[in-house]
């Protein structure tokens, strides 16, 4: 058995010599033929840009008016002699009403009542329950209430637009749950 894989180590060798002497020839025209091809190449870095220089821009929006600040309307306002909306205008001056301390959001429409021939509607607002009548005020854009009916509440405001001109806009508070 060992006189075989002499044998077989034998063969292995010479045919690994074999296919080493073939490879020697092909390296060698492969490198002759790489070095013709690069012999007129030659390595070129452009030259660095000219650095310009900086020439700072001061700030200047420092005394503009800032439109996120809520004063730019009564800026705006001054400066349009007061802006009459048409004459559309709050009473400033009148008491406030204890629903004109809610949010429209946060104000209920429950229920309506009828005594005699007036309407009178349940809203809840925070904790509280309370009763409305047309001509009342809800509201912190001093909404007047225009009608009342089984389920809504009309409710005409007044606000200011972009302008500073005071305008009227209609919105209503709808029933909530099922109910009478």
Do not use: H
Request: glycine share 14%; hydrophobic share 40%; aromatic share 4%.
């Amino acid at each position: 058995m060992r006189p075989l894989t002499t044998v077989r180590m034998a063969a292995a060798l010479a045919s690994a010599v074999l296919l080493g002497a073939c490879g020697g020839e092909e390296q060698s025209e492969l490198r002759q033929e790489l070095a013709a091809m690069t012999k007129d190449l030659r390595g070129k870095v452009d030259p660095l840009p000219q650095v310009k220089s900086f020439e700072p821009v001061p700030y200047k929006g420092e005394s503009m008016v800032d439109p996120f600040v809520p004063g730019r309307i009564v800026v705006t306002q001054a400066a349009a002699g007061g802006g009459g909306g048409g004459g559309v205008q709050p009473d400033l001056n009148r008491p406030k009403e204890p629903l004109e301390a809610f949010p429209m959001e946060s104000i209920q429409m429950v229920g309506t009542l009828s005594q005699n021939q007036d309407v009178f509607a349940l809203v809840r607002a925070g904790a509280s329950l309370f009763r409305v009548k047309k001509g009342n005020y809800v509201g912190p854009n001093f909404g007047v209430i225009t009608g009342i009916d089984e389920s809504q509440i009309s409710v005409k405001e007044v606000v200011q637009d972009s302008g500073g001109d005071w305008v009227e806009r209609s919105t209503s508070l709808q029933m909530q749950g099922g109910g009478k």
